[in-house]
């Protein structure tokens, strides 16, 4: 393979959350086979690269694998951005009866583009392979808690301001709001 198709399906499957576990070696904890495959054809690599499939052996300690993930897929850095993230909102949580419906729909707006800005960078390993204590399962439960703690107000201000070429905007079906707000 050409060093220059290398480094260009190299590119492609960080891209896609592949690690990187030596040269030419990359892992993924659970890939999408048709995105690989299309990674693979759209670099013309689909004879030249070998997939192969593992898994743990229970009976052996899990450590090692978890500094391999941690290495592998930088972890200490998307461990940090879910403590921010975490800082960032939990106060949150303490002042929602005092925020008007514009203010929760900016909150709403802020808390989902920050969670996607880490969750992008976050490979979504097992919990299993994850460090102890992990903070992005406490920070999901966080965003979880806040939208839908949020929903209601944020949603009674979109009603109010936007409007579509038909008409005014339709109504969150009441099967999201009840899945979503703790009401």
């Known amino acids: 393979m050409r060093a220059s198709m290398r ?4 590119r492609e499957l960080l891209w896609e959350s592949f690690g990187q576990l030596a040269p030419n070696v990359f892992a993924h904890p659970h890939v999408d086979h048709q995105s690989l495959h299309e990674i693979l054809r759209a ?8 997939v192969l499939s593992a898994e743990g052996i229970d009976t052996y300690s899990r450590k090692p694998m978890q500094t391999i993930m941690r290495d592998t897929f930088k972890l200490a850095h998307v461990e940090q951005a879910w403590h921010e993230f975490i800082v960032r909102f939990s106060p949150v949580a303490s002042d929602l009866q005092s925020l008007s419906p514009v203010d929760a729909f900016y909150v709403r707006t802020l808390l989902i583009h920050e969670y996607r800005r880490v969750l992008l960078r976050d490979p979504n390993l097992p919990e299993a392979l994850l460090p102890a204590n992990w903070p992005g399962l406490r920070a999901r439960r966080l965003c979880e ?5 949020l929903l209601i107000a944020s949603e009674s201000f979109l009603q109010a301001q936007v409007e579509t070429a038909d008409g005014t905007l339709a109504k969150t079906p009441k099967a999201i709001t009840r899945r979503l707000s703790k009401s």
């Not at 480094?7 to 190299?10: M, S, T």
């Open 7 to 10: 480094q260009d399906l190299k």
């Open 43 to 50: 670099a013309r690599a689909e004879n030249m690269v070998a």
């Open 145 to 149: 808690q806040l939208y839908g703690d």
